[in-house]
């Protein structure tokens, strides 16, 4: 069974551009996750689709982070324009059934200069 | 602050046990996880534990669960080299949603 798939792993961009990421879910998995992993941090949540709907989205700074699921399978994360506070690690996971095992990948590095 | 809070870092012997301890704010919480993280990867789920449980054992790991003291640990048994990694636990709140400590790095030495 494939994994979760995201690209890029890494990305380099200076402040103020634009960036985007690409999360491709576990087959069949109804729900998926963006997270925010700052270095030396744990995880954070940045917002939650069931289906092509979103479920939560309160941590996700709405005047420069966007995020869509189109058609309830893959899903992109924007950011635009980027702050130095950006750099992190963008983790994206999918889950299924009511025990919440997520499935992480691998993540997408993002450097802000 | 961390609505969830670990130590920063553990060191064992190879061989030796690791206890690792987790504190968590959310009476409520249903489920709560033990993710393990290696370098450059993201997250793998080690094991879980339901809310009215006292211990769940799975082969080497071995989670004790306080709910009175909102205390969560995760014990590995003979602590072997490829058991170096950040391990975060994680509560779950409404909807699903995960709340993760700033993760535990250990370290083992052979």
């Known amino acids: 069974e494939a994994g979760v798939a995201q690209s890029p792993r890494y990305k380099i961009i200076e402040k103020r551009q634009s960036v985007a990421f690409w999360c491709n879910p576990i087959?069949?998995?109804?729900?998926l996750y963006w997270y925010q992993q700052i270095l030396g941090q744990g995880p954070k949540l940045l917002i939650q689709?069931?289906?092509?709907?979103?479920?939560?989205d309160s941590q996700l700074p709405k005047d420069r982070f966007s995020a869509e699921r189109l058609k309830g399978v893959d899903s992109t994360l924007k950011i635009q324009p980027a702050k130095l506070e950006d750099s992190a690690v963008y983790l994206c996971?999918?889950?299924?059934?009511?025990?919440?095992?997520?499935?992480f990948g691998p993540g997408t590095r993002l450097t802000v200069l | 602050g961390e609505d969830v809070e670990q130590s920063l870092f553990l060191s064992v012997r190879e061989g030796d046990s690791s206890v690792i301890n987790c504190t968590y704010t959310?009476?409520?919480?249903?489920?709560l996880y033990w993710y393990k993280q290696e370098p450059g990867a993201g997250l793998q789920l080690l094991t879980y534990?339901?809310?009215?449980?006292d211990m769940k054992q799975d082969q080497r790991l071995t989670v004790l669960l306080n709910k009175k003291d909102k205390h969560l640990s995760l014990r590995i048994a003979d602590t072997q080299t490829g058991d170096s990694a950040i391990y975060f636990c994680?509560?779950?709140?409404?909807?699903?949603?995960?709340?993760f400590g700033g993760g535990t790095r250990l370290m083992v030495k052979p």
């Open positions: 689709f069931q289906n092509n709907g979103v479920v939560d």
């Open positions: 959310d009476s409520s919480s249903t489920y």
């Open positions: 996971a999918s889950s299924l059934g009511q025990v919440n095992e997520q499935f």
């Open positions: 994680a509560e779950e709140k409404a909807g699903n949603m995960l709340t």
């Open positions: 087959s069949g998995h109804a729900t």
């Open positions: 534990i339901f809310s009215n449980m």
